[in-house]
């Protein structure tokens, strides 16, 4: 069975450019989460997705970040424009539903690393 | 709120060490506890989890068990290989919130 599919891998783009990250989740998995994870930490919550509805999108800075999951499988991310401090590493990840109960476990992606310079 | 404090690392050990992790999180709500290992290049995976208090949890040898009472969740391996060289990460379930917050991450080296 696929796990979560990331792209691209790296990419690396000039400041105020826009750049976009797309995620495949598992297939069945009704929840899809977008992390960021900056060097040395921990990820942390972007925007948490229950099928095609964001359901908590509290820390994603909307001023230049969107995200869209259609149809309530695949989604993207997007920034733009990107700044230096955007730099870090986004991850997908994806589970059957809400995690509370006896659903408790979240499958990741390998992630995109960007790099702005 | 629904935070985890983890042991800073970097921590490095020699091959067949005995090796803990420390791991507290904050005592609101009924959290699933968890431990995520994240080799080089590569993304986070599961290797262990607990959903409540007194659990253990275990896989690939490592262990945790869930402490109510101290609010930790500490990982410990017996006998660690180079080949558990990587990052690890403590993290718990946020009830409300329904997502996963993590610790900051404690990179292990396990030297030859």
């Known amino acids: 069975e696929a796990g979560v599919v990331q792209s691209p891998r790296y990419k690396i783009i000039e400041k105020k450019q826009p750049v976009a990250f797309w995620c495949n989740p598992i297939?069945?998995?009704?929840?899809l989460y977008w992390y960021r994870q900056n060097l040395g930490q921990g990820p942390e919550l972007l925007i948490r997705y229950e099928n095609e509805e964001a359901v908590d999108d509290s820390q994603l800075p909307k001023d230049r970040f969107s995200a869209e999951r259609l149809k309530g499988v695949d989604s993207t991310l997007k920034i733009q424009p990107a700044e230096l401090g955007d730099s870090a590493v986004y991850l997908c990840?994806?589970?059957?539903?809400?995690?509370?109960?006896?659903?408790?476990?979240?499958?990741f992606g390998q992630g995109t690393r960007l790099t702005v310079v | 709120g629904n935070s985890v404090t983890q042991m800073e690392g970097p921590v490095t050990l020699s091959e067949e060490a005995f090796l803990t992790i420390n791991c507290t999180y904050t005592?609101?709500?009924?959290?699933?506890l968890f431990w995520y290992v994240q080799y080089p290049g590569e993304g986070l995976q599961l290797l262990l989890k607990?959903?409540?208090?007194?659990d253990k949890g275990s896989n690939k040898g490592f262990e945790a068990t869930y402490r109510k009472e101290t609010t930790s969740f500490h990982l410990e391996k017996g006998s660690v290989q180079v080949s558990d060289s990587a990052v690890y990460f403590c993290a718990r379930t946020s009830g409300s919130a329904r997502q996963l917050t993590f610790g900051s991450g404690t990179q292990l080296t396990v030297l030859p």
């Open positions: 005592a609101t709500g009924y959290p699933s």
């Open positions: 607990a959903t409540k208090a007194d």
């Open positions: 297939s069945g998995h009704n929840t």
């Open positions: 990840a994806s589970s059957l539903g809400p995690l509370t109960g006896a659903n408790t476990e979240a499958f």
